[in-house]
């Protein structure tokens, strides 16, 4: 019995490995991830801030798949085709008997006029790089501040970086700040208050 599981991040890799825990002995299992490395997602947040740098947040993978029995393929997987069971990747065809899709989310650019062109996505290693760049740009010029949250608690954890950076780090921003939240906010939290003073 062959399992391919295509993306090895947080669910992918969580899948691969319990698969060869808990399957059979005859268990095969096949990651496929166009990145070698596991980046913690969520540690994404202090980079623009340069609290982290991308490389104290992923860990190779190979390794650790290696050492649980696990194959690792790094390449993007192109395609899947049901009827034969095959998942078409850069670095070749595959079959599968169980396939698992684990590829995470895709951003929507297109989701409002600008977006593509002016917003830079935390979600990504580039995206995170490119906030870093645009945030020391923004230090030098009176500016408007959007946050357009995912979640609640992502655009507090954010919102509590870029004030304190911007209004306290070490690098004090002189000109004024305004900010705007897009989305609900509870009321009770402390950080709300503050930043919306
Ligand atoms: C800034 C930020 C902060 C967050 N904070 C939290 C938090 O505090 N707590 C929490 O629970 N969640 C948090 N999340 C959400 C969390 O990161 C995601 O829910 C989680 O990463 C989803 O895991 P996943 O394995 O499904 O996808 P991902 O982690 O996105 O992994 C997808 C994998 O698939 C690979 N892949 C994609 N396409 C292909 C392809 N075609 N071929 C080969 N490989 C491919 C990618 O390289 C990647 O390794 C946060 C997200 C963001 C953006």
Known sequence: MKTIVIGGNFAGFTAALELKRKGNKD?????IDKSADFLFIPSLIWVPFKRREVKDITIPKAAIFRKKGVEFLEAEALKVDPATQLVYTTKGNF???????????????????????????IGTPAGAMKTRAALDELKKIPARLLLAPVKVQV???LG???????????????????WI???????????TSELME
């Not at 268990?27 to 990651?31: A, E, F, K």
């Not at 169980?98 to 951003?107: I, R």
Request: charged share 20%; hydrophobic share 45%.
């Open 155 to 157: 655009v507090l954890e």
């Open 160 to 178: 509590m970086n870029f004030y304190s950076t911007l209004k306290n780090g070490a690098e004090k921003m002189t000109s004024e700040i305004k």
């Open 95 to 121: 079959k599968y008997d169980q396939l698992v899709v684990a590829t995470g989310p895709k951003v929507k650019y297109d989701v409002a006029p600008g977006v593509a062109e002016h917003a830079h996505y």
């Open 181 to 191: 939240f897009i989305g609900l906010l509870p009321k009770h939290f402390w950080v």
């Open 27 to 31: 268990q095969d299992v096949m990651v």
